[in-house]
C-alpha cells in the first residue's frame, strides 16, 4: 500500500520536486509535524504545475492517467495519478459508499459526466467496482437523455441514483412535470455540489422512498478528502477524513493556525499520503468546515471558500440567497436557485433565478419574490443602501423551471453564479 508517513513524503517531495524543493529550501533537512511545512500557494502550485515543463511532478508523465481540473481557481488544470495511486484512490472512496448505504446487490446507476479528461464518471465507476461489497453498475452518464435514463433505471430497477444534484433535480423534475414517481429507487447518492432543502423537496416529490445521501467528499486536484458520516439526523455535509490516507486540516482565516475546538469554521487544507507523483502536501481544498468535535474527527462541510459576487460595492454570497429563500419560501415552491450578475444603464445589478414546479400561480410567486427580495436586502442592507446611492440595481427575481437553469456542459454542475458583465 502506497501510503506513506508525513516526514517521508515531505522528503520525497523536496528530493524530486523542483516546486517543493523551492518551497521547504529554508526548512531543516527532517520534519515531522505538519505544521513545520508551509501551506500551498495555489497561484504558484499551478503556475508550476504546467503540461510542459512541469516543476511539480516528481517524475516524468511515463505512466499515470491524467484529468482536467478547475481546481479551485476555475481555469482547468491538469491532475496525474500513477496506476497504483488511481487503484488506492478508488478503493478508499468505494468504501465509503458503505458508510453512505451501499448493499450487497445494489443496482447503482452512474449518471456523473464523462470525456474531456472528466474525471467523476469514471472514478463513481471504478470506486463502485472496488467497493468491498457485491453491486451492479449501471454506466449510463450525465449527457444521456432524460427518457433513456429513465428507461433504463426502470428496466434495471436500479436501486441507488448516483450523479450531481442538480443531475438528480432534472430527472425528477422530468417525473414530475409527468406526474410520475420512481418509488423503487432507494437512495440518491449526491456529489460535486451540496444538496439544498429546496432540492430535496424536489426529489422526495419523484422518489419517495429515496434518501438522499453524500456519497463521499473527494476532488480530482486534492484527492480524497472525507467519506460520509450518516447518523440520525442525517447531515449529508458531515464527513470524516480517509484515515490513514488523508490528513485534514481547517485552518484560522486570519491566523492561518489550525483550529482544533468544534463549530469553529476555517477553511480546508488537505495532505495526500498515497501520493508521489503530484504531491499534495497542505493544498487548499477550496472549502470552509467545521469540526464537530475534536480536531481530526468528523467535520461538517459549510461551502465554497469564494462562493460568491461582487455586484459594485456588494458582496454577496450563494449561502445569502439560499438563507433567504428558505425563510421566505414556507410553501417549498422554490425548487433551485442561481445568481446572475448583469450590467446595464452604467451599473451592476442582481438577478435572483428561481426555479418552480410547474403549476404555481403567479401571484403566489409574486408575492414570494417580494418576500425574498425583502429578506435578502434585510440580511445584506448593504444593497439597498447601495441601490439608493445609485451605485447598483435593485435585487430582481426571475422565474424558471430547473431545467433552464444553467449549468457546466461538461460537469453536469449547477453554476451558482452567472457573471454576465461585459469584460471589454
Known sequence: MPVQQFSDLVRFARDHSPFYAELYADLPPHVSRITDVPVVDQDAF????????????????????????????????????????????????????????????????????????????????????????ANVRLPIGGGAPVDSTLTTIEDFAADVLA???????????????????????????????????????????????????????????????????????????????????????????????????????GRVVVTQLYRSLMPVIRYPAGDRAEWTGTEGGAFRILGRAEEGVRVGPVSLYGQDVTNAVAEADTHGSVTGTQLVVRRWEGRDGLVLRLATAPGQGPAGLELLAEAVVTGLNTARPLYPDSVGAGFVHPLRVEWVRHRDLVVNPRTGKLVRVLDERPTS
Not at 119 to 124: E, G, V
Not at 182 to 192: D, N
Request: glycine share 10%; charged share 20%; net charge negative.
Open 46 to 133: 499551478w503556475a508550476a504545475n504546467t503540461l510542459h515543463d512541469n516543476r511539480v511532478l516528481t517524475a516524468p508523465l511515463g505512466e499515470a492517467v491524467a484529468f482536467k481540473t478547475g481546481g479551485t481557481t476555475g481555469t482547468p488544470r491538469f491532475s496525474c495519478y500513477t496506476r497504483e495511486e488511481w487503484r488506492e484512490f478508488v478503493t478508499a472512496f468505494g468504501s465509503g459508499m458503505v458508510d453512505a448505504g451501499l448493499r450487497p446487490g445494489h443496482r447503482v446507476a452512474d449518471l456523473f459526466y464523462a470525456g474531456e479528461l472528466y474525471a467523476s464518471f469514471l472514478f463513481i465507476l471504478d470506486s463502485l467496482a472496488h467497493a468491498p461489497v
Open 163 to 265: 450523479g450531481t444534484p442538480t443531475t438528480l433535480c432534472r430527472l425528477a423534475e422530468h417525473l414530475t412535470s409527468a406526474g410520475r414517481q420512481l418509488p423503487a429507487v432507494e437512495f440518491l447518492f449526491f456529489g460535486g455540489e451540496a444538496l439544498f432543502e429546496d432540492q430535496r423537496r424536489l426529489l422526495a416529490a419523484a422518489f419517495p422512498q429515496a434518501t438522499p445521501r453524500s456519497l463521499g467528499y473527494a476532488s480530482v486536484d486534492g484527492g480524497l478528502l472525507g467519506r460520509p458520516v450518516p447518523g440520525p439526523d442525517e447531515d449529508t455535509r458531515t464527513h470524516r477524513p480517509f484515515d490513514p490516507h488523508t490528513l485534514v486540516e481547517i485552518l484560522d482565516d486570519t491566523t492561518g493556525e489550525p483550529i482544533r475546538e468544534a463549530g469553529r469554521p
